[in-house]
Nanobody, 123 residues
Framework: QLQLVESGGGLVQAGDSLRLSCAAS????????MGWFRQAPGKEREFVAY????????HYADSVKGRFIVSRENAKNMVYLQMNILKPEDTAVYYC????????????????WGRGTQVTVSS
């Protein structure tokens, strides 16, 4: 059973940067592909970014492509989301998730979830 804990959220202004971290424990981290998702008030949870178990393959939602960078540090069981040029529409709770199957970009494909961290971007 993999446990995931996100950190790094906060209140920033439009145009600022923020880095989210996700610490994993309780499993073989490299077996899992990792994803970041977000959910804004009144909206469904949506995919943000994906990184494969080895960290070689990444994939992004169109809305964040070119601004966000996902990475992982397997030796530390950590995954990161570097968020640049933040916009008010990026305001949401951000979730880290782990998937046994790789190449999945939708939330039903993920097996373990963190509790989320709030990101608020003011205009």
């Amino acid at each position: 059973q993999l446990q995931l804990v996100e950190s790094g959220g906060g209140l920033v202004q439009a145009g600022d940067s923020l880095r989210l971290s996700c610490a994993a424990s309780g499993g073989t981290f490299t077996m899992y592909a990792m994803g970041w998702f977000r959910q804004a008030p009144g909206k469904e949870r949506e995919f943000v970014a994906y990184v494969s178990g080895g960290g070689v393959s990444t994939h992004y939602a169109d809305s964040v492509k070119g601004r966000f960078i996902v990475s992982r540090e397997n030796a530390k069981n950590m995954v990161y989301l570097q968020m640049n040029i933040l916009k008010p529409e990026d305001t949401a709770v951000y979730y880290c998730a782990a998937a046994r199957r790789w190449g999945i970009f939708t939330s039903p494909g993920y097996d373990f979830w963190g509790r989320g961290t709030q990101v608020t971007v003011s205009s």
